[in-house]
T-cell receptor
Framework: KNEVEQSPQNLTAQEGEFITINCSYS?????LHWLQQHPGGGIVSLFM???GKKKHGRLIATINIQEKHSSLHITASHPRDSAVYIC??????????FGSGTQLTVLP | EAGVTQSPTHLIKTRGQQVTLRCSPI?????VYWYQQALGLGLQFLLW???????NRGNFPPRFSGRQFPNYSSELNVNALELEDSALYLC?????????????FGNGTRLTVT
């Protein structure tokens, strides 16, 4: 069993839809990262959170430490949001354990 | 502000050869991290360097090694290349002293071993 589980693996949405990607982890963490990876490999760090909720534009990330669960929400999705979204749990000595990623495709 | 830069962008090597990948962190960042993204395996943590020293390494064999220079740039060396070393190698940097400093990623080096 992976220490970080993401769901769904693949997600196709229509432009404008509200999107939720889930991440559950079994390890103790100091923080959880949400990353966005575009075709070609470049990765952008979207959020790093250790409690509560963060918002940046149309993106919202939440984390529940007790339940060991985090969600990434995208409001009013757009085709340019199409990418792979990866959650990563930060454990001891700054080691990141990554989820397997969610491939999001937003159709116009 | 220049981002994290990695070189080369692409590389083709033959099994058994050695390869060196390079990473320049964002100015002011002292921590450099290396990750491997092999096809079908997802991202895996390789190495963490801070202030010139290796601070942590992931579950990789000793033929994966590296170093960090006084200017905080870093090299990742892979000896005796195997076919399964074909992957995207990503470097990230962060402020060293701040435990939860955000990560900034480079665009990666795509290594193909034939």
């Amino acid at each position: 069993k992976n220490e970080v589980e993401q769901s769904p693996q693949n997600l196709t949405a229509q432009e404008g839809e509200f999107i939720t990607i889930n991440c559950s982890y079994s390890v103790g963490i100091s923080a959880l990262h949400w990353l966005q990876q575009h075709p070609g490999g470049g990765i952008v760090s979207l959020f790093m959170l250790s409690s509560g909720k963060k918002k940046h534009g149309r993106l919202i990330a939440t984390i529940n430490i007790q339940e060991k669960h985090s969600s990434l929400h995208i409001t009013a999705s757009h085709p340019r949001d199409s990418a792979v979204y990866i959650c990563a749990a930060k454990g001891s000595a700054r080691q990141l354990t990554f989820g397997s990623g969610t491939q999001l495709t937003v159709l116009p | 502000e220049a981002g994290v830069t990695q070189s080369p962008t692409h590389l083709i090597k033959t099994r058994g050869q050695q390869v060196t990948l390079r990473c320049s962190p964002i100015s002011g960042h002292t921590s450099v991290y290396w990750y491997q993204q092999a096809l079908g395996l997802g991202l895996q943590f390789l190495l963490w360097y801070d202030e010139g020293e290796e601070r942590n390494r992931g579950n990789f064999p000793p033929r994966f090694s590296g170093r960090q220079f006084p200017n905080y740039s870093s090299e990742l060396n892979v000896n005796a290349l195997e076919l399964e070393d074909s992957a995207l190698y990503l470097c990230a940097s962060s402020l060293g002293g701040a435990y939860n400093s955000p990560l900034h990623f480079g665009n990666g080096t795509r290594l193909t071993v034939t």
